[in-house]
Protein backbone atom coordinates (compact mmCIF):
# COMPACT_ATOMS: atom_id res chain seq x y z
CA UNK A 1 0.00 0.00 0.00
CA UNK A 2 1.61 3.19 -1.29
CA UNK A 3 -0.62 5.43 0.60
CA UNK A 4 0.19 3.83 3.75
CA UNK A 5 3.64 3.91 3.84
CA UNK A 6 3.63 7.20 2.81
CA UNK A 7 1.11 8.45 5.46
CA UNK A 8 3.70 6.51 7.91
CA UNK A 9 6.38 8.45 6.76
CA UNK A 10 4.29 11.64 7.77
CA UNK A 11 3.51 10.53 10.49
CA UNK A 12 7.06 9.68 12.11
CA UNK A 13 8.48 12.80 10.89
CA UNK A 14 5.18 14.67 12.80
CA UNK A 15 5.84 12.25 15.99
CA UNK A 16 9.46 13.81 15.80
CA UNK A 17 8.82 17.19 14.46
CA UNK A 18 5.54 17.99 16.52
CA UNK A 19 4.99 19.61 13.48
CA UNK A 20 1.47 18.38 12.80
CA UNK A 21 0.07 20.39 10.06
CA UNK A 22 0.91 17.80 7.04
CA UNK A 23 -1.58 14.71 8.70
CA UNK A 24 -5.26 15.65 7.98
CA UNK A 25 -4.27 16.68 4.69
CA UNK A 26 -3.64 13.24 4.30
CA UNK A 27 -6.47 11.79 5.26
CA UNK A 28 -10.15 12.14 3.30
CA UNK A 29 -12.42 12.86 5.74
CA UNK A 30 -10.23 15.04 8.01
CA UNK A 31 -9.68 16.91 5.12
CA UNK A 32 -13.51 17.25 3.89
CA UNK A 33 -14.59 18.62 6.98
CA UNK A 34 -11.89 20.66 6.93
CA UNK A 35 -10.40 20.21 10.23
CA UNK A 36 -6.58 20.61 11.28
CA UNK A 37 -4.15 19.94 13.98
CA UNK A 38 -1.57 21.94 15.90
CA UNK A 39 0.77 21.41 18.47
CA UNK A 40 -0.04 22.86 21.84
CA UNK A 41 3.27 22.63 24.03
CA UNK A 42 3.98 18.86 24.08
CA UNK A 43 0.15 17.75 23.16
CA UNK A 44 -2.21 18.50 20.20
CA UNK A 45 -4.89 20.84 19.59
CA UNK A 46 -7.66 19.78 16.99
CA UNK A 47 -9.24 22.59 15.15
CA UNK A 48 -12.44 22.35 12.93
CA UNK A 49 -13.00 25.81 11.54
CA UNK A 50 -15.85 27.39 10.71
CA UNK A 51 -17.83 25.93 7.52
CA UNK A 52 -21.26 26.78 6.59
CA UNK A 53 -20.73 23.46 4.67
CA UNK A 54 -21.27 21.80 8.32
CA UNK A 55 -24.44 23.13 9.32
CA UNK A 56 -27.00 21.30 10.76
CA UNK A 57 -29.80 23.23 11.87
CA UNK A 58 -30.01 26.02 9.33
CA UNK A 59 -32.66 27.52 11.45
CA UNK A 60 -30.55 28.13 14.42
CA UNK A 61 -28.15 27.83 13.16
CA UNK A 62 -25.78 24.90 14.36
CA UNK A 63 -23.37 22.86 13.68
CA UNK A 64 -24.35 18.98 12.48
CA UNK A 65 -23.90 16.65 15.60
CA UNK A 66 -23.06 14.13 13.28
CA UNK A 67 -19.43 16.80 12.32
CA UNK A 68 -18.88 17.37 15.20
CA UNK A 69 -18.87 13.66 16.04
CA UNK A 70 -16.64 12.76 13.43
CA UNK A 71 -14.46 15.46 14.20
CA UNK A 72 -13.90 13.82 17.47
CA UNK A 73 -13.52 10.31 16.81
CA UNK A 74 -10.67 11.75 14.38
CA UNK A 75 -9.31 13.35 16.67
CA UNK A 76 -8.90 11.47 19.35
CA UNK A 77 -7.41 8.59 16.32
CA UNK A 78 -5.15 10.98 15.21
CA UNK A 79 -4.15 11.59 18.73
CA UNK A 80 -3.14 8.13 19.50
CA UNK A 81 -1.34 8.03 16.18
CA UNK A 82 0.78 10.84 17.74
CA UNK A 83 1.41 10.02 21.26
CA UNK A 84 1.48 6.06 21.15
CA UNK A 85 4.25 4.62 23.19
CA UNK A 86 4.74 3.46 19.34
CA UNK A 87 3.12 5.02 15.91
CA UNK A 88 -0.12 2.31 15.24
CA UNK A 89 -3.29 2.95 13.31
CA UNK A 90 -6.10 2.64 15.47
CA UNK A 91 -9.38 1.35 14.69
CA UNK A 92 -12.55 2.22 16.61
CA UNK A 93 -14.46 0.21 18.12
CA UNK A 94 -16.49 2.24 19.93
CA UNK A 95 -17.76 5.85 20.43
CA UNK A 96 -20.11 7.50 22.70
CA UNK A 97 -20.77 11.51 22.49
CA UNK A 98 -22.42 13.83 25.01
CA UNK A 99 -23.98 16.92 23.12
CA UNK A 100 -24.08 19.00 25.93
CA UNK A 101 -24.97 22.78 24.36
CA UNK A 102 -26.26 24.00 20.90
CA UNK A 103 -22.95 24.33 18.75
CA UNK A 104 -22.67 27.50 16.61
CA UNK A 105 -21.18 28.10 13.14
CA UNK A 106 -18.14 29.12 14.53
CA UNK A 107 -14.56 27.19 15.04
CA UNK A 108 -14.50 23.94 17.18
CA UNK A 109 -11.23 23.02 19.20
CA UNK A 110 -11.02 19.38 21.09
CA UNK A 111 -8.67 18.37 22.69
CA UNK A 112 -7.91 14.13 24.04
CA UNK A 113 -6.78 12.26 26.48
CA UNK A 114 -5.73 8.82 26.36
CA UNK A 115 -7.55 7.61 30.10
CA UNK A 116 -5.86 3.79 29.25
CA UNK A 117 -3.49 2.45 26.85
CA UNK A 118 -3.37 -1.62 27.12
CA UNK A 119 -1.52 -4.16 24.86
CA UNK A 120 -4.87 -4.27 22.79
CA UNK A 121 -7.31 -1.81 23.21
CA UNK A 122 -7.06 2.25 23.93
CA UNK A 123 -9.61 4.36 25.83
CA UNK A 124 -9.94 7.82 24.55
CA UNK A 125 -12.04 10.93 25.95
CA UNK A 126 -12.43 14.00 24.13
CA UNK A 127 -13.28 17.67 24.91
CA UNK A 128 -14.76 20.01 22.39
CA UNK A 129 -15.47 23.63 22.78
CA UNK A 130 -16.25 26.82 21.12
CA UNK A 131 -15.60 29.97 22.96
CA UNK A 132 -14.42 28.92 26.00
CA UNK A 133 -12.90 25.82 27.44
CA UNK A 134 -14.77 25.74 30.87
CA UNK A 135 -18.27 25.53 28.66
CA UNK A 136 -17.48 22.43 26.49
CA UNK A 137 -20.05 21.71 23.25
CA UNK A 138 -19.57 17.76 23.45
CA UNK A 139 -17.55 15.30 25.40
CA UNK A 140 -17.02 11.83 23.94
CA UNK A 141 -15.22 8.76 24.43
CA UNK A 142 -14.14 6.31 22.21
CA UNK A 143 -12.46 3.00 22.53
CA UNK A 144 -10.07 1.87 19.83
CA UNK A 145 -7.79 -1.49 18.67
CA UNK A 146 -4.38 -1.04 18.23
CA UNK A 147 -3.70 -4.62 16.45
CA UNK A 148 -0.18 -4.16 14.67
CA UNK A 149 -1.54 -5.25 11.45
CA UNK B 1 -51.47 11.47 12.54
CA UNK B 2 -49.47 11.96 9.28
CA UNK B 3 -49.71 9.34 6.56
CA UNK B 4 -46.38 7.26 5.24
CA UNK B 5 -46.36 9.42 2.36
CA UNK B 6 -46.23 12.94 4.14
CA UNK B 7 -43.84 11.43 6.63
CA UNK B 8 -41.43 10.39 3.33
CA UNK B 9 -42.26 13.90 2.33
CA UNK B 10 -41.11 16.00 5.15
CA UNK B 11 -38.07 13.41 5.41
CA UNK B 12 -37.31 14.08 2.02
CA UNK B 13 -37.46 18.31 2.75
CA UNK B 14 -35.01 17.99 6.13
CA UNK B 15 -32.49 15.72 4.35
CA UNK B 16 -32.69 18.44 1.81
CA UNK B 17 -32.23 21.88 4.28
CA UNK B 18 -29.63 20.20 6.21
CA UNK B 19 -26.82 21.19 4.26
CA UNK B 20 -24.11 18.73 5.72
CA UNK B 21 -26.68 16.09 4.94
CA UNK B 22 -27.50 17.15 1.35
CA UNK B 23 -23.60 17.81 0.54
CA UNK B 24 -22.85 13.85 1.91
CA UNK B 25 -25.77 13.16 -0.64
CA UNK B 26 -27.80 11.36 1.79
CA UNK B 27 -31.69 10.08 0.75
CA UNK B 28 -34.67 8.48 2.20
CA UNK B 29 -35.21 5.20 0.87
CA UNK B 30 -38.27 4.05 3.09
CA UNK B 31 -40.34 5.88 5.13
CA UNK B 32 -43.06 4.96 7.78
CA UNK B 33 -44.40 5.05 10.94
CA UNK B 34 -42.32 1.71 12.05
CA UNK B 35 -39.03 4.17 10.88
CA UNK B 36 -36.54 5.37 8.05
CA UNK B 37 -34.23 3.81 5.70
CA UNK B 38 -31.61 6.58 4.70
CA UNK B 39 -28.29 6.18 2.33
CA UNK B 40 -25.38 7.59 1.51
CA UNK B 41 -23.43 6.99 -1.87
CA UNK B 42 -19.64 6.25 -1.56
CA UNK B 43 -17.71 8.91 -1.81
CA UNK B 44 -13.61 9.24 -2.05
CA UNK B 45 -13.77 12.27 -0.18
CA UNK B 46 -15.20 9.94 2.72
CA UNK B 47 -12.66 7.47 2.82
CA UNK B 48 -10.49 6.61 5.74
CA UNK B 49 -7.45 5.82 3.68
CA UNK B 50 -7.25 7.33 0.62
CA UNK B 51 -7.62 4.55 -1.97
CA UNK B 52 -9.32 2.45 0.73
CA UNK B 53 -12.68 2.74 -0.80
CA UNK B 54 -13.75 2.47 2.92
CA UNK B 55 -15.98 5.24 3.81
CA UNK B 56 -14.29 6.71 7.79
CA UNK B 57 -16.64 5.74 10.92
CA UNK B 58 -16.67 9.72 11.45
CA UNK B 59 -18.79 9.82 8.36
CA UNK B 60 -20.84 6.97 9.51
CA UNK B 61 -21.52 8.55 12.52
CA UNK B 62 -22.95 11.44 10.65
CA UNK B 63 -25.10 9.16 8.57
CA UNK B 64 -26.59 7.34 11.89
CA UNK B 65 -26.74 10.97 13.36
CA UNK B 66 -28.98 12.18 11.06
CA UNK B 67 -31.19 8.82 10.53
CA UNK B 68 -32.14 8.63 14.45
CA UNK B 69 -32.71 12.74 14.42
CA UNK B 70 -35.29 11.82 11.44
CA UNK B 71 -36.40 8.66 12.92
CA UNK B 72 -37.11 10.80 16.04
CA UNK B 73 -38.86 13.75 14.60
CA UNK B 74 -41.55 11.52 12.59
CA UNK B 75 -42.09 9.62 16.01
CA UNK B 76 -43.58 12.94 17.48
CA UNK B 77 -47.75 13.95 16.94
CA UNK B 78 -46.02 16.96 15.78
CA UNK B 79 -43.21 18.20 14.38
CA UNK B 80 -40.34 19.49 17.31
CA UNK B 81 -36.84 20.50 17.01
CA UNK B 82 -34.87 17.80 18.88
CA UNK B 83 -31.40 18.23 20.03
CA UNK B 84 -29.43 15.06 20.32
CA UNK B 85 -28.47 14.12 24.09
CA UNK B 86 -26.19 11.60 22.84
CA UNK B 87 -25.39 8.77 20.99
CA UNK B 88 -23.41 5.66 20.92
CA UNK B 89 -22.28 3.52 17.84
CA UNK B 90 -20.62 0.22 18.11
CA UNK B 91 -18.43 -0.49 14.97
CA UNK B 92 -18.63 -4.31 14.50
CA UNK B 93 -16.81 -4.16 11.24
CA UNK B 94 -15.73 -2.82 7.94
CA UNK B 95 -18.21 -1.37 5.36
CA UNK B 96 -17.57 -3.49 1.97
CA UNK B 97 -15.02 -0.93 0.21
CA UNK B 98 -16.82 1.77 -3.05
CA UNK B 99 -20.34 0.62 -1.84
CA UNK B 100 -23.33 3.04 -0.87
CA UNK B 101 -24.19 2.79 2.83
CA UNK B 102 -27.48 2.50 4.69
CA UNK B 103 -29.01 3.51 7.98
CA UNK B 104 -31.95 2.07 9.56
CA UNK B 105 -33.46 4.22 12.31
CA UNK B 106 -36.45 3.56 14.69
CA UNK B 107 -37.74 5.55 17.66
CA UNK B 108 -38.15 2.20 20.15
CA UNK B 109 -39.76 4.32 22.48
CA UNK B 110 -41.08 8.29 22.82
CA UNK B 111 -42.26 9.97 26.45
CA UNK B 112 -43.12 13.71 27.63
CA UNK B 113 -39.48 14.85 27.16
CA UNK B 114 -37.09 12.27 25.57
CA UNK B 115 -37.07 10.03 21.85
CA UNK B 116 -35.20 6.67 22.50
CA UNK B 117 -34.05 5.53 19.01
CA UNK B 118 -31.94 2.82 17.82
CA UNK B 119 -30.98 1.70 14.75
CA UNK B 120 -27.97 -0.32 12.16
CA UNK B 121 -25.52 0.70 9.64
CA UNK B 122 -25.13 -1.70 6.64
CA UNK B 123 -25.22 -2.14 2.78
CA UNK B 124 -26.84 -4.94 1.04
CA UNK B 125 -28.44 -6.93 4.33
CA UNK B 126 -30.11 -5.31 7.44
CA UNK B 127 -28.88 -8.57 9.43
CA UNK B 128 -25.54 -8.20 8.93
CA UNK B 129 -24.76 -4.85 10.01
CA UNK B 130 -21.48 -3.19 10.15
CA UNK B 131 -22.63 -0.56 13.02
CA UNK B 132 -25.33 -0.74 15.50
CA UNK B 133 -26.22 2.28 17.34
CA UNK B 134 -28.48 4.30 20.08
CA UNK B 135 -29.59 7.76 20.29
CA UNK B 136 -31.49 9.86 22.19
CA UNK B 137 -33.44 13.44 21.91
CA UNK B 138 -34.33 15.94 23.91
CA UNK B 139 -38.10 16.84 22.77
CA UNK B 140 -38.50 20.93 23.43
CA UNK B 141 -41.92 21.32 22.03
CA UNK B 142 -41.39 24.05 20.43
CA UNK B 143 -42.11 23.88 16.03
CA UNK B 144 -39.09 25.20 13.52
CA UNK B 145 -41.75 28.14 12.95
CA UNK B 146 -41.70 29.11 16.44
CA UNK B 147 -37.68 28.74 16.69
CA UNK B 148 -37.49 31.24 13.69
CA UNK B 149 -39.89 33.60 15.23
CA UNK B 150 -38.21 33.77 18.07
CA UNK B 151 -34.76 34.02 16.15
CA UNK B 152 -36.57 37.31 14.23
CA UNK B 153 -37.13 38.97 17.58
Not at chain 1, 68 to 96: C, N, Q, T, W, Y
Not at chain 1, 104 to 112: N, S
Amino acid sequence: MKNQSAFREVLLQARSTSDYSRLTGLLPYARKIGMHCQSLGDDALFVLPENKENTGNPVLPALHGGVLGGFMEMSAAIHLMLFMDEPRIPKIVDFSIDYLRSSRIQDVFAECKVVRQGSRIANVSITAWQSRRETPVATARGNFRLDSN
Amino acid sequence: MNTDEQLESIVQQFLHAIPYCRILGMVPEQTSSKGVVISMPFNEELEANPGSGIIHSGAITSLMDSAFGMAACIALPEYETCPTIDLRIDHLGLPDPFKPVRCFAEAYRVTKTVAFTRGVAYQDDRDEPFAHGVGTFMRTGRTLSDMAKELAK
